[in-house]
Nanobody
Framework: QVQLVESGGGSVQAGGSLRLSCAASGDPMSSLCMGWFRQAPGKEREGVAKINTGGGTTYADSVKGRFTISQDKRKNILYLRMNSLKPEDTAMYYC??????????????????WGQGTQVTVSS
């Protein structure tokens, strides 16, 4: 069993930055594929970024060059650094994980563990 707790959301102006954190407990991070997803009101859940057990990363086209996913395996914390934020980045952001091989970002239903979410609001 894996428990995930996000933090770091907030309200910023366009062009600003935020860093989200996801504290993981249970299975060690070294055995987990982990990702960040977001969902805006009235929209489908969208995969933002993922990191596999080897440290390889994948990003949605909409955030490439602006967002960076990383992890501190000693502390069991997953991060999402978000720069150059845009109003369209406004959403609830969720941390997710699954054991073993990493599903594609569009395969959110294959991530077995989810946090409660943290709200990010970007104003123009």
């Amino acid at each position: 069993q894996v428990q995930l707790v996000e933090s770091g959301g907030g309200s910023v102006q366009a062009g600003g930055s935020l860093r989200l954190s996801c504290a993981a407990s249970g299975d060690p991070m070294s055995s987990l594929c982990m990702g960040w997803f977001r969902q805006a009101p009235g929209k489908e859940r969208e995969g933002v970024a993922k990191i596999n057990t080897g440290g390889g990363t994948t990003y949605a086209d909409s955030v490439k060059g602006r967002f960076t996913i990383s992890q501190d395996k000693r502390k069991n914390i997953l991060y999402l650094r978000m720069n150059s934020l845009k109003p369209e980045d406004t959403a609830m952001y969720y941390c997710a994980a699954t054991l073993g091989a990493c599903p594609l970002l569009r395969q959110s239903d294959r991530y077995n563990y989810w946090g409660q979410g943290t709200q990010v609001t970007v104003s123009s």
